[in-house]
T-cell receptor, first 112, second 114 residues
Framework: KNQVEQSPQSLIILEGKNCTLQ??????????LRWYKQDTGRGPVSLTI?????NTKSNGRYTATLDADTKQSSLHITASQLSDSASYIC???????????FGSGTKLNVKP | NAGVTQTPKFQVLKTGQSMTLQCAQD?????MYWYRQDPGMGLRLIYY???????DKGEVPNGYNVSRLNKREFSLRLESAAPSQTSVYFC?????????????FGPGTRLTVT
């Protein structure tokens, strides 16, 4: 069964600290993995996309990694800011099936 | 360039009432989607439209109907609302073809059915 699991469900960190969010998937055949940021009361917005051949990709203070062998991805946030408070959603696409599998998200709260 | 817009932003319905959620995009995208988001769960696909004139069921289509009015607009209708349909509804659109193309989401409609 194609599934996407994210951990932790929620996380509280102090401003300026780093954190890492995890995403494990069983989607096959794998096409790509996206990380979305969803602010409260808004729709998700794409942060980065990882394809099979990519191990690491950065977008400012956000760095995503992908291990296609173990079917795991992580999103590392460096020097967190209050504006990083949001839910982060991992979405995996299945090749040739035009389908998207959503994780339930990690809710990050950055406190001053 | 407004992206994906949804109306209304909030709605309260009584059980058995009907309503239509509206979605429009100005990015000339072929594919459009309706999702629902419930606490503790990932977004679940209700219906999608790969191109103008076509619609297909997603994971949770029961109790919903859709209309792809033209390339820009994709509406979701609840014929007889039930409390189980209380949720936040998101419309999304993207370029057709490879799944590498990003989905762009609207701001959502928060629906409460009492």
């Amino acid at each position: 069964k194609n599934q996407v699991e994210q951990s932790p469900q929620s996380l509280i960190i102090l401003e300026g600290k780093n954190c890492t969010l995890q995403c494990n998937y069983t989607v096959s055949p794998f096409s790509n993995l996206r990380w979305y940021k969803q602010d409260t009361g808004r729709g998700p917005v794409s942060l980065t996309i990882m394809t099979f051949s990519e191990n690491t990709k950065s977008n400012g203070r956000y760095t995503a990694t992908l291990d296609a062998d173990t079917k795991q991805s992580s999103l590392h946030i460096t020097a967190s800011q209050l504006s990083d408070s949001a839910s982060y959603i991992c979405v995996v696409s299945a090749y040739n099936f035009n389908k998207f599998y959503f994780g339930s998200g990690t809710k990050l709260n950055v406190k001053p | 360039n407004a992206g994906v817009t949804q109306t209304p932003k909030f709605q309260v319905l009584k059980t058995g009432q009907s309503m239509t959620l509206q979605c429009a995009q100005d990015m000339n995208h072929n594919s459009m989607y309706w999702y629902r988001q419930d606490p503790g769960m990932g977004l679940r696909l209700i219906y999608y439209s790969a191109s103008e004139g076509t619609t297909d069921k997603g994971e949770v289509p029961n109790g919903y109907n859709v209309s792809r009015l033209n390339k820009r607009e994709f509406s979701l209708r609840l014929e007889s609302a039930a409390p189980s349909q209380t949720s936040v509804y998101f419309c999304a659109s993207r370029i057709s073809g490879t799944v590498s193309y990003e989905q762009y989401f609207g701001p959502g409609t928060r629906l409460t059915v009492t």
